[in-house]
């Protein structure tokens, strides 16, 4: 016969598979520091998935701002039946100076209407412009439509895309800190390869001074073309082979590859020097801050390293395109769609597809 068990001894069944005393204890030393590594391989390995969307998503918006522009040059040629030049420049003066770019010219069409009336770069010479205070500080208006959200760099130009100013224009924002070190670090390095503005007929020549101006990630295609020498460049190089060029006023027939096969703007980034949306110092000029500052080439490799100083007219990656995306630059074409060229694209597909009119048009790109 079984004898029954002690009250006193008998369990309770909820408390039958309850953890004992020394169950209940935390996590030691060792166990807490493997769950902060597995967290921490976690967190390494969501950083990548994470900072690649945001990428993606940039990247996106980027092409996005260039469909505009793309829009805006269609709105352009519906106005005056020719797309805008690359650089306006008064070659009929024989006075090397100033050229408003394609930027300038196409502020009214991507709703930048109020800057343009300021600036008015279809009716008053970018030369006349820098004389005036209030005109120059629009010079350094940020116009998002111009910028890649890929590209953080600052608002204002690098060094090597300045503008040469007269001194006294710039009086009132010399001694505002930040401005004055840019300047005083662009002046050194920029002094020797500026053309002196010529001033108005009642004034005297002042000082120059190479400043910073509204920085911009787009540039306008010059064609397949370059030449590291200036002594090299014929008028013709000047006006391209591409969409944009010195006074250029390309109309549809003349795109003899069909406009969707055609380059029209592509990216450069702040590694490359970038750009700027209002126009060059002079027009006879090739280099860091002649039609480097609009236009781009497709003769140089895309995201190629640009050159470390103004030598000549040999900028390679500073008048190429480039960008922070992986593995490529976004464009637009001639007939406003915006594609992904990458950076292993054929050479000479590239450069084909920068020329208007060399009756090979490029389908795979």
Not at 106 to 131: C, H, K, M, S, Y
Not at 328 to 355: C, I, K, M, Q
């Amino acid at each position: 016969m079984t004898t029954p068990p002690r009250p006193d001894t008998v369990v309770p069944i909820h408390l039958r598979n309850a953890p004992s005393r020394l169950d209940r204890r935390g996590l030691n030393l060792v166990e807490l520091l493997v769950v902060i590594a597995i967290f921490g391989v976690l967190i390494a390995l969501l950083l990548p998935a994470v900072s690649a969307q945001r990428e993606t998503a940039r990247r996106t918006q980027c092409a996005s701002r260039l469909k505009q522009v793309g829009v805006g040059l269609q709105a352009y040629y519906a106005a005056y039946s020719e797309f805008p030049s690359g650089l306006v420049a008064d070659v009929e003066s024989g006075v090397d100076s100033k050229s408003w770019g394609w930027g300038a010219l196409l502020l009214p069409f991507i709703e930048e209407q109020t800057l343009a009336d300021r600036l008015n770069p279809a009716g008053r010479p970018l030369n006349e412009v820098v004389w005036e205070p209030e005109l120059e500080q629009d010079l350094r208006t940020s116009v998002t439509v111009y910028r890649c959200p890929s590209d953080q760099g600052d608002e204002l130009s690098h060094r090597y895309r300045s503008m040469s100013l007269p001194l006294s224009g710039w009086e009132q924002v010399v001694g505002s800190g930040k401005p004055k070190r840019r300047f005083a670090a662009s002046m050194g390095v920029l002094a020797h390869i500026f053309p002196t503005p010529p001033p108005p007929s009642d004034r005297p020549a002042p000082p120059v001074l190479a400043a910073p101006i509204a920085r911009s990630n787009y540039i306008a295609s010059i064609g397949s073309r370059w030449k590291p020498a200036r002594q090299d460049w014929s008028e013709a190089d000047f006006e391209g082979d591409g969409l944009f060029g010195r006074n250029s006023e390309v109309k549809h027939a003349e795109i003899t590859d069909g406009a969707s096969h055609t380059l029209a703007v592509g990216e450069r980034c702040d590694r490359n020097y970038a750009a700027v949306w209002a126009g060059g110092n002079s027009w006879r000029g090739c280099g860091f801050t002649d039609n480097q500052m609009v236009l781009g080439t497709a003769f140089y490799p895309i995201n190629q390293a640009p050159a470390a100083q103004n030598i000549d007219c040999d900028g390679q990656g500073s008048a190429n395109y480039s960008s922070y995306h992986p593995g490529g630059v976004n464009s637009v074409f001639a007939d406003g769609s915006v594609h992904f060229l990458a950076e292993e694209t054929d050479p000479l597909a590239f450069r084909r597809l920068a020329r208007r009119d060399d009756g090979e048009a490029v389908d795979d790109f």
